[in-house]
């Protein structure tokens, strides 16, 4: 109700105390509380992928990206010359519980593995509102830029490329019972003889 007031708030925070503004992309449940939590088991619905290119050869992973999945629906500049790619879903995915969650979180980060991007791949995730400044330090105020493009996603589609980049499973080690070996305590004999 209160957003574009809001917005013009955010605005005067960002210049004048350094406040980062941020978003996130999915939406979470009710929450009866002032403050509401931003925690993954809140959750309820995942709206998008997502890659954070900020590393090693940039420009070759957008294309190799894009290659596979195809133009995303967002592209932000978040400060110089590191980007995120934000693939949004015609539908959101409804995440009916942590087992859903878990599993588009395994798909998701066996993509950002493979293509050795940002590895945060929470559902909870966050990403700065363009057309404010990125107060980071060494960041200049960068203003954060956003190109928006007419290309929606199933989560269909996203699920049957990703499963290809499936992270190996790793079974828990299984703890080895230890035996206590019966340990020999050394017997000091006190026997001496004194002759007069």
């Not at 195809?70 to 949004?88: A, N, R």
Request: overall charge positive; cysteine-free.
């Amino acid at each position: 109700i209160n957003f574009k007031k809001q917005l013009g708030r955010f605005y005067y925070l960002n210049k004048n105390d350094g406040v980062d503004i941020y978003f996130s992309l999915n939406t979470y449940k009710k929450q009866n509380t002032f403050y509401p939590s931003r925690k993954e088991e809140f959750v309820d619905k995942i709206k998008s992928f997502y890659f954070d290119i900020d590393k090693g050869d940039i420009e070759e992973k957008k294309r190799k990206i894009i290659e596979l999945f195809g133009e995303p629906t967002y592209k932000t500049e978040s400060s110089l010359g590191k980007f995120q790619f934000i693939y949004k879903f015609k539908e959101p995915h409804i995440v009916e519980n942590k087992e859903e969650r878990d599993y588009f979180k395994k798909l998701l980060k066996g993509v950002l593995y493979h293509f050795d991007v940002d590895k945060t791949f929470d559902t909870a995730r966050i990403f700065r509102l363009a057309g404010y400044m990125n107060k980071k330090p060494n960041n200049n105020d960068f203003i954060v830029t956003v190109e928006k493009f007419e290309n929606y996603y199933k989560f269909e589609d996203f699920e049957e490329i990703a499963r290809n980049y499936l992270l190996p499973e790793i079974e828990p080690k299984k703890a080895v019972k230890k035996e206590a070996k019966p340990t020999h305590k050394a017997i000091i004999s006190k026997k001496t003889d004194i002759e007069s």
